[in-house]
Every structure is written in structure tokens, then in C-alpha cells.
């Protein structure tokens, strides 16, 4: 079983940063791939971000250059560095890590970027 909390969420201005975090627990030596989603009321939850234990990064076309994801392998976290945000990013984010055999979600954190 592996536990993930996100941090980092909040109000931010177009064209603001913030940086969301991941702390996972438990057995994590059983994931190989960790990341982002996020999702708007009404729709889909879509990728945002991935990254493996290879370090080999995916970003979803809309990132554009503006998202940098990251990890630190001795504490078991990973971050999605958000710059130039838009309103269009607003959405619920959600911390995910792949296991050999299942998948696993935080609970969510609220990211709001308006004027």
C-alpha cells in the first residue's frame, strides 16, 4: 500500500508560480512511475506530468514549457513547479504513483489561478 498527501495548492495570479508537492508512504519500492493529473468539474482527469525511476520525463502538450516536474528519490517526494500559470489551469491536482500491480492517488489539492 502506498500513501500520497499533496501540498503546495492555492490562489495564484496569471502568470504566477507555485509549487505543488508529494509525499508518498508506505511500500514504495513498488513504484516505478510517479506523477501529476488534474481535473475540472465536468470533466475527465487528464495528465499533467510523469516521471519513472529512470528519470525520463512526460508532460502533457498544454504544459508548454512551463511545468518542470522533479523527485527526490531518498525522501519519497516528487513536485510539479508551475510557472506562468493560466486560468485555464485551474483544477484539482492530484498526486499519482503506477505499481507493479496497482495505481494509487492523493486526495486532491485545490489550484486556482484568477485575477
Known amino acids: 500500500q502506498v500513501d500520497l498527501v499533496e501540498s503546495g495548492g492555492g490562489w495564484v495570479q496569471p502568470g504566477g508560480s507555485l509549487r505543488l508537492s508529494c509525499a508518498a508512504s508506505?511500500?514504495?519500492?513498488?513504484?516505478?512511475?510517479m506523477g501529476w493529473f488534474r481535473q475540472v468539474p465536468g470533466k475527465q482527469r487528464e495528465m499533467v506530468a510523469m516521471?519513472?525511476?529512470?528519470?525520463?520525463?512526460r508532460y502533457a502538450d498544454f504544459v508548454k514549457g512551463r511545468f518542470t516536474i522533479s523527485r527526490d528519490n531518498a525522501e519519497n517526494m516528487w513536485y510539479l513547479q508551475m510557472d506562468d500559470l493560466e486560468i485555464e489551469d485551474t483544477a484539482v491536482y492530484y498526486c499519482?504513483?503506477?505499481?507493479?500491480?496497482?495505481?494509487?492517488w492523493g486526495q486532491g489539492i485545490q489550484v486556482t489561478v484568477s485575477s
Open positions: 508506505g511500500t514504495f519500492f513498488m513504484v516505478h512511475s
Open positions: 499519482h504513483a503506477v505499481g507493479w500491480t496497482s495505481l494509487y
Open positions: 516521471t519513472d525511476t529512470t528519470d525520463d520525463p
